[in-house]
T-cell receptor, first 113, second 113 residues
Framework: ETGVTQTPRHLVMGMTNKKSLKCEQHLGHNAMYWYKQSAKKPLELMFVYNFKEQTENNSVPSRFSPECPNSSHLFLHLHTLQPEDSALYLC????????????FGAGTRLSVL | AQTVTQSQPEMSVQEAETVTLSCTYDTSENNYYLFWYKQPPSRQMILVIRQEAYKQQNATENRFSVNFQKAAKSFSLKISDSQLGDTAMYFCALERGAQKLVFGQGTRLTINP
């Protein structure tokens, strides 16, 4: 059982749909992250949350809207996406600020048609 | 700007052999952390090993060890007695500031029976 759980595992959506990705961590961590992993590109950090507060937005388009209601849950709300947004979206958590180890979920494979 | 480069897109070795994955990076920081993560077909990123830049001693974790050359900005991963379960994508990452990981493009490692 992984300490970081992401749902759904796979998602196919049209460009006009609205969907949400969910991440839950069972490790008692205070920081959570969203990453985007596209084919043939390095992982890109999207957002960082510490104690439910957003502390990093890496110039992510507004069609991606994160939400962190508590330290254990993180959502990524998606709307009017583009085909180039198709990717693996990974969630991670860590103990907190500083160079702490980040623990990853298995990701949501998103396809935008 | 901090960058991480992995020059070997793919590698393949026989089971029980030793293999070394290369990574170079660029940073203007003096204190930082370097990581190797493994991503098997299950997609979950798993930490393999971590190195603190101010420590001269190379990190080791069982069959995994690193060769950290700070002046050369090189951080290679050596896997000894390779096993079929080591088959995965391997990512080198640099912590470019609190909680911000910069990843390389990855090396796809295949261990053949």
């Amino acid at each position: 059982e992984t300490g970081v759980t992401q749902t759904p595992r796979h998602l196919v959506m049209g460009m006009t749909n609205k969907k949400s990705l969910k991440c839950e961590q069972h490790l008692g961590h205070n920081a959570m992250y969203w990453y985007k992993q596209s084919a043939k590109k390095p992982l890109e950090l999207m957002f960082v949350y510490n104690f439910k507060e957003q502390t990093e937005n890496n110039s992510v388009p507004s069609r991606f809207s994160p939400e962190c209601p508590n330290s254990s849950h993180l959502f990524l709300h998606l709307h009017t996406l583009q085909p180039e947004d198709s990717a693996l979206y990974l969630c991670a958590s860590s103990q907190g600020q500083g160079a702490n180890i980040q623990y990853f979920g298995a990701g949501t494979r998103l396809s935008v048609l | 700007a901090q960058t991480v480069t992995q020059s070997q897109p793919e590698m393949s070795v026989q089971e029980a052999e030793t293999v070394t994955l290369s990574c170079t990076y660029d940073t203007s920081e003096n204190n930082y952390y370097l990581f190797w993560y493994k991503q098997p077909p299950s997609r979950q990123m798993i930490l393999v090993i971590r190195q603190e830049a101010y420590k001269q001693q190379n990190a080791t974790e069982n069959r995994f060890s690193v060769n950290f050359q700070k002046a050369a900005k090189s951080f290679s991963l050596k896997i000894s007695d390779s096993q079929l379960g080591d088959t995965a994508m391997y990512f080198c990452a640099l912590e470019r500031g609190a909680q911000k990981l910069v990843f390389g493009q990855g090396t796809r490692l295949t261990i053949n029976p």
